[in-house]
T-cell receptor, first 114, second 111 residues
Framework: KAGVTQTPRYLIKTRGQQVTLSCSPI?????VSWYQQTPGQGLQFLFE???????NKGNFPGRFSGRQFSNSRSEMNVSTLELGDSALYLC?????????????FGPGTRLTVL | TQLLEQSPQFLSIQEGENLTVYCNSS?????LQWYRQEPGEGPVLLVT?????EVKKLKRLTFQFGDARKDSSLHITAAQPGDTGLYLC???????????FGQGTTLQVKP
């Protein structure tokens, strides 16, 4: 079956702009989580959506937001971009999002903020 | 705040050598997971350890969960160039699906 897909794969923006990233989970998966990966901070949890509701949230400012649609596809938005937002943004899907449930990661979106 | 500390951060070895990567925390985890990530790709789950003292083997990789469920280790026997990658341990605090990750161990195996 098809894996998790993320679009776009690469993105270049300038400070102050906003960006929307998209994630299509594996068919049948209802939980989608987003992570930010940087060389300095590693992989950090942003938020998790399940059945169109945000269920968990990490320690990121309100500029980072997300949503999930009825088909489980998810988007995350970052407003007023800062240089420090340059990172690899990963999404992961699972059936239920429970801690014993395997999360499958997409290839990520590489965001560069100039 | 539950944190996972991995060591070493970088490891460069010759093909055929053995190595061990450690993942430690001061907190108890219900389970710990190990992932491998290759350049340009997302992390791929290798194993989940759930029971204290548990040992799992995946070909030349051996994973162990500490008795107190605060630490884990990954041992690779006779490393091969194909083992090169970023190894990450992760745990879910509070039995949620929210994963926290260690900083990762970058492994380079030279032929």
């Amino acid at each position: 079956k098809a894996g998790v897909t993320q679009t776009p794969r690469y993105l270049i923006k300038t400070r102050g702009q906003q960006v929307t990233l998209s994630c299509s989970p594996i068919s049948g998966h209802r939980s989608v989580s987003w992570y930010q990966q940087t060389p300095g901070q590693g992989l950090q949890f942003l938020f998790e959506y399940f059945s169109e509701t945000q269920r968990n949230k990490g320690n990121f400012p309100g500029r980072f937001s997300g949503r999930q649609f009825s088909n489980s596809r998810s988007e995350m938005n970052v407003s007023t971009l800062e240089l420090g937002d340059s990172a690899l943004y990963l999404c992961a899907s699972s059936f239920t999002g429970g801690y014993t449930d395997t999360q499958y990661f997409g290839p990520g979106t590489r965001l560069t903020v100039l | 705040t539950q944190l996972l500390e991995q060591s070493p951060q970088f490891l460069s070895i010759q093909e055929g050598e053995n190595l061990t990567v450690y993942c430690n925390s001061s907190s108890v985890f219900s389970s710990l997971q190990w992932y491998r990530q290759e350049p340009g790709e997302g992390p791929v789950l290798l194993v989940t350890v759930v029971t204290g003292g548990e040992v799992k083997k995946l070909k030349r990789l051996t994973f162990q969960f500490g008795d107190a469920r605060k630490d884990s280790s990954l041992h690779i026997t006779a490393a091969q160039p194909g083992d090169t990658g970023l190894y990450l341990c992760a745990g879910a605090p509070g039995n949620t699906g929210k994963l926290i990750f260690g900083q990762g161990t970058t492994l380079q195996v030279k032929p």
